[in-house]
């Protein structure tokens, strides 16, 4: 008798995809912790029972952890230091504005932050996540799920991931919506995961000095449709383009003389992106959103060290 399959968890992620993931974590590249008790080693020394080294006793000292061997031998008073054990934040940022409705790439863009909240919880992280769409006249222009933490969230997590309009769209410029998760964001120190195709004309080092100021080490992901990583212009003569948030329009002619330079100014851009964020001890990747969902976590994001 042939047992039914099991019920998937969520709809963004297989259950054999969560399997993979309950074995890994998130690697930062800074110990960047908050002072609240929790399981991640901390950056300075603390009153866990991991050892960590010696250093010389100072007046008013805790003399609990002088090790008296060490000074019957050496006649100098030295201090056991240990780790602490603090909690870690997870900020996850998605992009939902009109540009993101483009070939897939909110839709991919659900799927990553998934998988992140899954590493984030299962990895004793605390996790909040925001969502943000239009800019003016919108009586919802954010989607916040507060602070929470444990395996138990995780059916919390994934209920709004999932409930990410991706038929919506707006205005709300990527600078504007990290600053505005930043506002609601409760303080902990740890790291900010911002999903977003990045394409913007404003000042993404202002928003990513914020990002840093707050404590958090930044993690940026840009997510391109497949025609905006290789666009074949294939019509002849004319073309008007318009742009899904702003509606201005640009015409141009002759388009096919335009593709290197195309490809010139998108490279330029993942460049500037990376320096900007790694001046800023962060990291970058720029993803394409048709590629296998199984490639990007398991082989792109290990290799490059950002989850073990």
Request: hydrophobic share 45%; charged share 25%.
């Amino acid at each position: 008798m042939e047992t039914p399959a099991a019920s998937a968890v969520t709809s963004l992620l297989s259950n054999a995809d969560l399997d993979r993931l309950a074995r890994l974590r998130l690697r930062p590249l800074q110990r960047l912790t908050s002072r609240t008790r929790g399981e991640h080693l901390g950056g300075k020394g603390g009153t866990s029972t991991e050892f960590c080294d010696y250093r010389d006793y100072a007046a008013g000292d805790d003399l609990r952890h002088v090790d008296w061997n060490a000074f019957s031998r050496l006649h100098r008073p030295y201090l056991k230091v240990f780790h602490t054990e603090e909690e870690r934040h997870v900020l996850l940022v998605l992009d939902a504005s009109s540009s993101m409705r483009f070939e897939g790439k909110l839709s991919r863009a659900k799927s990553l932050a998934a998988a992140f909240a899954a590493l984030a919880l299962r990895g004793h992280e605390r996790l909040s996540a925001f969502a943000f769409y239009a800019s003016e006249n919108s009586s919802r222009q954010m989607a916040r799920l507060p602070s929470c933490a444990g395996r138990m969230s995780l059916r919390k997590a994934f209920a709004f991931i999932e409930a990410i309009d991706e038929t919506r769209g707006g205005d709300l410029t990527l600078e504007l919506g990290i600053e505005r998760a930043l506002q609601q964001h409760s303080g902990g120190r740890g790291i900010a995961i911002v999903i977003s195709d990045f394409l913007t004309a404003g000042d993404l080092g202002r928003a990513f000095n914020l990002v840093a100021g707050a404590g958090l080490e930044l993690w940026a992901l840009q997510l391109l449709g497949p025609s905006e990583r290789d666009p074949a212009l294939a019509i002849q003569g004319d073309l008007r383009l318009v742009d899904s948030e702003t509606v201005q329009a640009l015409d141009l002619s002759a388009a096919g003389d335009l593709l290197a330079l195309y490809h010139e100014y998108r490279l330029a851009h993942e460049q500037r992106l990376q320096a900007i964020c790694q001046a800023r001890a962060g990291r970058f990747v720029s993803l394409g959103s048709d590629e296998p969902l199984n490639t990007v976590l398991f082989d792109r994001l290990r290799r490059l060290g950002w989850i073990v």
